[in-house]
């Protein structure tokens, strides 16, 4: 009996999505709600499961079609698979019936060629690329994302414990370098991201603010209270989630932060979910804490741990990226030093964290070191006014480097 296997319903408002990987060839044997093949829709990648176990049939999309849903994709048919492995062993051996020592010696050439090219058929390009810039062998990098696949991130640390070159790699970089260059096409999700930040860039008026920020007073309560936190809470403090209640404390104050443009209405939100933009293997993708004016520390925390983990994964769902009425960016983690965040439409505000540095400033005429920051609020001109953009990011200012306002609202 054959199965058909369709694009399943990919979420509200998502109608088509693009073969991003087949985890399956055919003639592989697949468990019931086993991956077979991964979707990336603009957002995040869906994984398509086995209706049921048997064998898998024939793959009717290719990678990079772009399938709608509903679409038949594939089929499973009936059995264990394992039948199919003797049977393409039992060929080589039929064409070739008295091997010469020398074929003999050559015949694990093919096979490993072979092994090569299927593993590189689950790599993104964005690993595939890695890989090629780094010379690293894919074949001895250990995965870490799901189902032990190879992540952009695994092939970074294969390449900082790469061994040095032998002697012979040195007389070989004497000689010119071949130069190359390779084509690869965009993701779903990077072609999005395109299209969403350049439309930010056309459709709203963007402007940006600065301050810095004494990160003495934050230092020293995580530095006091962690242990206990995390001993409690089970979770590490950081210092995402003192932004966090000091974002909201600002957009309690100045609502038009908080708010976006419709057409020629103006929505304000009584509640305050933050997009915390986290890097992932195929892009930056934005999952969503909601409440946040209602969570503790922990409770978003913990929130923003598990979006970390599923984004390394892949297993980011659409629930987790949907809504969103404003943004927490933080390239401090990658060592920025400033930047102008672009807003995540239909937002109209979004905060930049840079890294910390000590350096030297003035308090009570003296000159004194402090780990300081730079934090930027990139907003929507047409919406929110420059007082109201100075204001919003002088009270997140005031609230870290003051954390007791974050308990007494103030």
């Known amino acids: 009996m054959t199965t058909e296997v369709k694009v399943p319903v990919l979420g509200e408002s998502v109608a088509e999505a693009t ?7 055919p003639g592989e044997a697949v468990a019931a709600d086993e991956p077979i093949a991964s979707l990336e829709t603009d957002k995040v990648a869906i994984d398509v499961m086995a209706p049921h176990a048997g064998v898998m049939g024939q793959q009717i999309a290719k990678e990079g079609d772009t399938v709608v849903v509903g679409a038949l994709i ?10 199919a492995a003797p049977k393409a062993a039992a060929a080589p051996a039929a064409a070739a019936p008295a091997p010469a020592p020398a074929a003999a010696a050559v015949a694990p050439a093919p096979a490993a060629s072979d092994e090569g090219s299927a593993g590189s058929s689950v790599l993104s390009p964005a690993v595939r690329r ?3 810039e780094h010379g690293i062998d894919p074949a001895t990098i250990k995965g870490t994302g799901k189902d032990g696949r190879i992540t952009k991130d695994d092939v970074l640390e294969a390449a900082k414990n790469k061994p040095a070159s032998a002697p012979v790699a040195a007389s070989a970089a004497a000689a010119p370098a071949a130069r190359s260059e390779e084509r690869v096409k965009m993701t779903r999700l990077r ?7 350049k439309s930010a860039q056309d459709n709203a008026a963007l402007l940006t603010t600065f301050n810095d920020v004494d990160m003495s007073a934050v230092i020293e ?3 006091k209270y962690k242990d206990v936190f995390q001993k409690k809470h089970g979770i590490k403090l950081g210092f995402m989630s003192f932004f966090a209640k000091a974002s909201v404390l600002a957009l309690k104050d100045i609502p038009a932060v908080n708010a ?11 509640y305050v979910d933050i997009s915390i933009a986290v890097s992932a293997p195929n892009g930056l993708v934005v999952p969503v804490v909601k409440d946040c004016d209602k969570l503790g520390f922990a409770g978003i925390e913990k929130a923003i741990a598990e979006f970390g983990k599923k984004a390394k994964e892949g297993t980011l769902t659409m629930a987790d990226m949907a809504g969103g009425t404003f943004t927490i960016s933080n390239g401090g983690v990658f ?19 840079h890294r910390i540095e000590d350096r030297a400033v003035v308090r009570n005429g003296e000159i004194v070191i402090r780990p300081m920051m730079y934090i930027a609020l990139s907003y929507d001109h047409r919406l929110i006014d420059g ?10 200012k005031e609230a870290i480097e003051d954390p007791t306002r974050l308990l007494i609202d103030l």
């Open 191 to 197: 072609q999005t991201i395109a299209k969403r930040l």
């Open 74 to 83: 594939a089929t499973i048919e009936e059995g264990t698979g394992g039948a």
């Open 130 to 132: 890695a890989i090629l």
């Open 335 to 353: 060592g920025g030093l400033m930047s102008t965040p672009i807003i995540n439409p239909p937002q109209s505000a979004v905060l930049g964290l």
């Open 221 to 223: 309560a995580r530095e």
């Open 19 to 25: 073969i991003g990987q087949w985890l399956k060839q």
């Open 387 to 396: 007082r109201e953009a100075v204001t919003a990011l002088k009270t997140i």
């Open 260 to 270: 976006q443009i419709d057409g020629d209405q103006i929505v304000y939100h009584d």
